[in-house]
């Protein structure tokens, strides 16, 4: 597995302000393989809890390694399973590799689905309000994808929403795309989230 980091960059400055971690399976015939076509057999096959902590401690060795070069860190969001809070592993492992590298919690961000916050049991509440205590940004990643809609916002306890980049690919096909985004923009600053507009 291999991670390569997505740039987030703030339209104000032009500065980059965060960083997501995009997992790649480099397999030797197949070539990069795209995590929609593994992410459910690791699942299936119950390795996403592995994978996943696989990722979150290749991003603290990542930042580590930035961090003793002087280069400048931003923080690095990581996409978690509902798999992975169900475990309710999660936050506790966050927790030790944070420890284990020295690093500074707010450089780590967790990226979860809506459903995951939407319809979340008690393991899941306790994961994300652990990981929350220790600093870590929450992040909705997608919001506007199938599942979604308007009245969930304000169901939706975190710190950064995501928009899916078929509302940001709408606002060049007309008025109606535009107004849309412009909604999800104002009920997020009202409910103090910020907003990524996916595939800019």
Not at 21 to 45: K, T
Not at 166 to 172: E, G, N, Y
Not at 173 to 179: A, L, N, V, Y
């Amino acid at each position: 597995f291999v991670i390569y980091y997505q740039p987030l960059v703030t339209t104000r400055t032009g500065r980059i302000c965060s960083l997501e971690a995009l997992l790649r399976w480099h397999h030797p015939e197949l070539g990069l393989v795209h995590p929609l076509d593994f992410i459910d057999v690791a699942e299936d096959a119950g390795l996403i809890i592995s994978i996943g902590n696989q990722v979150m401690e290749k991003v603290a060795i990542q930042l580590n390694d930035w961090r003793s070069r002087g280069l400048r860190v931003v923080p690095v969001s990581v996409n978690i399973s509902p798999y992975q809070l169900q475990s309710g592993t999660t936050a506790a492992f966050v927790e030790k590799v944070v420890k284990q590298y020295q690093l500074p919690t707010d450089w780590l961000e967790v990226e979860v689905t809506e459903s995951a916050v939407v319809d979340r049991s008690m393991v899941v509440s306790s994961e994300l309000d652990a990981l929350r205590k220790q600093g870590v940004r929450l992040m909705i990643d997608d919001f506007g994808a199938g599942y979604s809609s308007l009245a969930q916002l304000h169901r939706l306890d975190v710190d950064v929403l995501k928009v899916d980049q078929a509302f940001t690919r709408a606002l060049a096909e007309g008025s109606e795309g535009e107004i849309v985004y412009r909604a999800v923009i104002s009920m997020a600053i009202a409910l103090d989230m910020q907003v990524v507009a996916e595939g800019v």
